[in-house]
């Protein structure tokens, strides 16, 4: 693995991270761990115009979650950091928000830690548990093809983890495997203290949410995903927070929980999630997808990014033996609509932030 400047002041910091973790195990031993709650948003990959990690960037954009007041965010987790980037990558990138986070004075960490294998796993979780971050998260490998095989892999997990572990229920593109059922992930919640913490995004959406919120505490967290979609009905049924790659409405999610938590006010509730469902339609209709595409834009705009490059997949969605990027183009109605859009969330957003 390729050597960084800021690992020696990492490791040596890791210690009292791992610290801190030992003094709550009376939570890790029964009930949820309380910083793992609320809007955990993904954080999307910044390149640079050569194609490369920014990882400059990366950090600006999780202080930019933090200014945000979001409880928590996650990286490495979507395809464009988990499929298509490097092992090197993941793992300095990992090194770089852990030394970002430390200077956090609301929002949590959580690492992703999965691989093709339960070998590739253990990888970056031995990394992960060396920076200490406040959570870990995983879903199913790309060699899974049974349940048992999902079971042994997070119970080899298991065996390295010291702090929560979120199920992400679905694999990536390239996974065929089985959903891991509800029953197999209560049985590993009783097995496990710290696991029980989980992404819920595989159909049936709603049955799968009910059985799960209603196996509590068993089952220590719930969250919705799926773009936030779903999240008001969710949140009903027991939900407790949100994962998704919208990490730059970080201080909008931050807002929508706020008010789910008081229960004061559910008409703000309800018109911020609807011009949220409004804008994220665009990813319907314009080039890019859905959780990144346009949204690039919009990092742009809350000036966090300098480009809208993106590393792309291979014919058939394969992944590439070495990078493919582009960057998105976008024509000037493409851009007018989009800040339309973003403008019905002028009333939600923080004041203007200052690096």
């Known amino acids: 693995m390729m050597k960084h400047p800021t690992r020696r002041k990492l490791l040596q910091t890791a210690l009292s991270g791992a610290s801190a973790l030992l003094a709550g ?13 609320g809007p955990f948003p993904i954080l999307s990959t910044p390149f640079t115009d050569s194609g490369e ?5 990366l950090a600006e954009q999780a202080r930019f979650v933090d200014w945000g ?3 928590g965010m996650i990286w490495p987790q979507s395809g464009d950091s ?3 980037l ?58 899974g093809l049974t349940e048992d095989d999902l079971r042994q892999y997070w119970r080899d997990l298991a065996k390295v983890a010291k702090r929560p572990v979120i199920f992400q229920t679905t694999g990536g593109v390239v996974y065929k495997g089985p959903v891991p059922s509800v029953k197999l ?22 049955a799968r949410t009910r059985e799960l919120c209603a196996a509590k505490p068993t089952i220590r967290r719930v969250f919705s995903a799926r773009g936030a979609h779903g999240w008001l009905y969710e949140s009903h049924l027991g939900t407790e927070g949100l994962i998704t790659e919208r990490a730059v409405y970080a201080d909008v999610l931050t ?9 004061k006010d559910p008409d703000t509730v309800r018109d911020i999630h609807a011009k949220l469902m409004l804008l994220f339609n665009l990813g319907q209709h314009l080039p890019g997808g859905d959780l990144r595409g346009f949204q690039l834009h919009l990092w742009k705009k809350r000036g966090v990014f300098k480009n809208m490059i993106s590393r792309q997949y291979g014919p058939k969605q394969s992944i590439p033996d070495k990078p493919i990027f582009s960057e998105l183009k976008l024509t000037t109605d ?7 859009r973003f403008e019905a969330l002028r009333p939600y957003l923080k004041a203007e932030r200052r690096s």
Request: a negative charge; one cysteine or more; charged letters at 30%.
């Open 53 to 57: 990690v920014d990882y400059e960037v």
């Open 25 to 37: 195990n009376r939570v890790l031993a029964g009930d949820a761990y309380p910083r793992v709650r």
């Open 82 to 84: 988990v499929d298509l």
């Open 255 to 263: 807002r929508v929980w706020d008010l789910m938590q008081s229960g």
């Open 334 to 340: 493409e851009i007018a609509e989009i800040d339309f």
């Open 69 to 71: 007041s979001c409880p």
């Open 86 to 143: 490097t092992m090197d990558e993941k793992l300095r990138g990992m090194e770089v928000l852990a030394e970002t986070s430390r200077s956090f004075k609301t929002s949590a960490l959580c690492l992703g830690v999965q691989g093709k294998d339960t070998e590739e796993m253990l990888v970056y979780a031995r990394h992960a548990e060396k920076l200490a971050p406040t959570a870990i998260i995983s879903r199913p490998p790309d060699s």
């Open 185 to 206: 992930m209560i049985e590993l919640a009783k097995e496990f203290p710290h696991f029980g913490y989980i992404k819920e995004e595989a159909a049936p959406i709603i």
